[in-house]
């Protein structure tokens, strides 16, 4: 028994012996680098404690004493008592102090009782200051700064939808996200209930959700009418019945999406074209992964044999060589005045001159295309001659659009010439309309104006979303652009010019040789920022010191300028990245309040630029094949998303996680946002969101720490006063009231909830919210297949 007690004193001294040379070593190398001296004064103590204990001198006791004591004050002066900064400065020493205070370890040094009590009472005492920290600091961090006004009428006379509609990805074309009806309240949404589950069956298959392929279920089911409208990632289509979710019809399209990297479909469209009975009056409208547009008639989902061939069109045509997997829809087209208007994703950041971003309309009936948009063009709405394709490289618009009928305008958020992160051969146009919003005539596509949100982009800042119209108390037809960066853009969807104030400022220079960065970027300064600010070694988080202190060694290691530090060789710090602070999913109104809601991440990203001659060398990208290949898949893993083939350099873009896989900067890593419209001030804002789903080394845990997690996917809000969101990486779908932003209601769901749920009136006038929770491949979450729509009780 003495030689076992004896062992495990020495295997304690040897282990904090240990963490003291890792700490010493790492904090050697960061005062090199200018940081805090702070880990290499502290591992050269731990090494003298560990070092007495192994030899059961009384005095290591007292010396791990002096690293919890010095370890406190340094902590406070860094972070005061922000409970989430102190947690990987303090939790994981004061368990192992109290280890050393416990009778095996300390009893053998021979310290009395007494102290040993002392001791262990002090290493709790530091625990529960930072778990209670951690819950205030959470308090803290939900800001209100003042009171929503009253909701008012709200005429909508344009693109008119059903009150217990939900047509569009925005429910309406102005993409509010917002649905007047008011059978569910604050009062009374703690009774909602499942209402009925449907599975679609589309699960990932064997090598998707990874070597580069996501399965993200992302679908904003539509209903119109009496049946409900939704896609698959694998681009099934299928009609349910929205009151009891019973399956009406399912349409395979039959397409190939083996080389896809991402298996996602965000919705399908509804047009109405003909007279009632006619054949196909009503469709759907969807597209297909490798790139064909189709139309099914929305009673029995078969293909409308009127329209393109056989009920397909292929949007290839004009397009010259498209490998597959380079081009195809991810979300719902835009129905405008009879026309489908859309662009596609291209796979970006594989080579120069990839297909074209031309943003195309069809006429609902025929497939016939109506007109095109090619900003390459002398005049962009000319049709092609024989023989002619569309401007290759191009940005293109991959995200939802938004229109206005009454002005006669289609809004579409413009991508990156690709490749993204070297930009030294862009052409005119390219610089000209890369990651701007741009209004086009819906009848002829013809552009009324255009505003860049992003000068010269090599960040991937590019709109995946527009903008949502709102009119301003005022009368004012405004616009609210959100963008990847955080930077809010309050525009008079007339003319593209800001309501709120925007001033170009200098930005970081000197990227990548070759390049030419802008010099000014634009800042919205009239509207609140959402942009985090600049991290510094202080925001360094880990569960551990160990990792926390490798994170301030690659901060220090990195160039880091804040916002638009470009890439570079060294290795640059993006925060945020292509990401983004709001992404696809974009941020609701609510129209008779004059409120902007928008649920935002905060994830940092780290990236590093290697020549390309070297990074074939390496064996990290392979030698460029030529298009008829279809290279450049498959990749090796490292640079799948980034080799930009015909430029000097090839990047790797990735988020910046600590030893644990969690990030490296300090919580909230998600919130949700509240702003009024009128005065252009936060209302409130909070974290959401727990650490229950995303464990440490990518596992799934019941340990939900209330840091907010991070998100994608869309936010809803009712006239009842809620705002419905799934998005959050916990696999939870929650209601918040819409005034105060507290979480008056949530419901665990099967899977990752990373889609913007739809709110509608059954047959039998019951409010519902339905929400796609299949997961999402790049966020972590887990997959499914499941769609859940939620009621109140019947009676």
Known sequence: MRARILSLTGVTGLLVALIGAVLAVGGADLVWLGGTVYYVVTGLLLIASGTLILLQRPLGFWLYGVVLAFTLVWSLYEVRLDGWALLPRLVAPAVLGLWIAMPWVAGRLGLRAAYRWIGAGACVALIALVFAAGWMTTAQRWR???QIASASAVSNPDFAVAPGDWVYYGRTAEGHRYSPLTQITPVN????????TFHTGDMPRPGENAHGHEFNFEATPIKVGDTMYLCTPHRDVVALDPVTGDQRWRFHPQNDTRSNIYLACRGVAHATVGATGDTCYERIISTTADARLFALDARTGQLCPDFGENGYVDLRQGMGVVPPGFHFITSQPMIARGKIILSGWVYDNQTEGEPSGVIRAFDARSGKLAWAWDMGRADPTSPLRPGEIYTRGTPNGWGAYTADDKLGLVFVPMGNATPDYWGAKRRPFDEKYSSAIVALEIDSGRERWHFQTVHHDVWDFDLPIAGSLVDLPDGTPAMVQTTKHGQ???????DGHPLAAVDEKPVPQNGLPGDKLSPTQPYSVGMPSLTPARLTGVDTWGVTPIDQMLCRIKLAGSRNDGLFTPPTTQGSILYPAFDGVIDWQGGAIDPARHLFIANTSYIPFTSRATPHDEAVKKGLIYPWAGWESGQPYPQPPEFANGPQYGTPYEVTVKPWLNALDAPCMRPPWGKMVAIDLSTRQIVWERPVGTTRDMG?????????LPTGIFNIGGSSITAGG???????ADDYIRAIDERSGKVVWRARLPAGGQATPAVYQGRDGREYIAIA????GGLGTRNGDAVIAYALPSE
Not at 488 to 494: H, T
Not at 722 to 728: D, E, K, Q, R, T
């Open 696 to 704: 440490l080394f990518k596992t799934h845990y019941d340990l939900p």
């Open 144 to 146: 209100q700064n003042g």
């Open 189 to 196: 949404v703690n009774q909602l209930k499942v209402a009925w």
């Open 773 to 776: 929770a299949g997961g999402h």
């Open 722 to 728: 809620l705002i419905f969101v799934g998005a959050y």
């Open 488 to 494: 809010l853009f309050l525009l008079d969807r007339r």
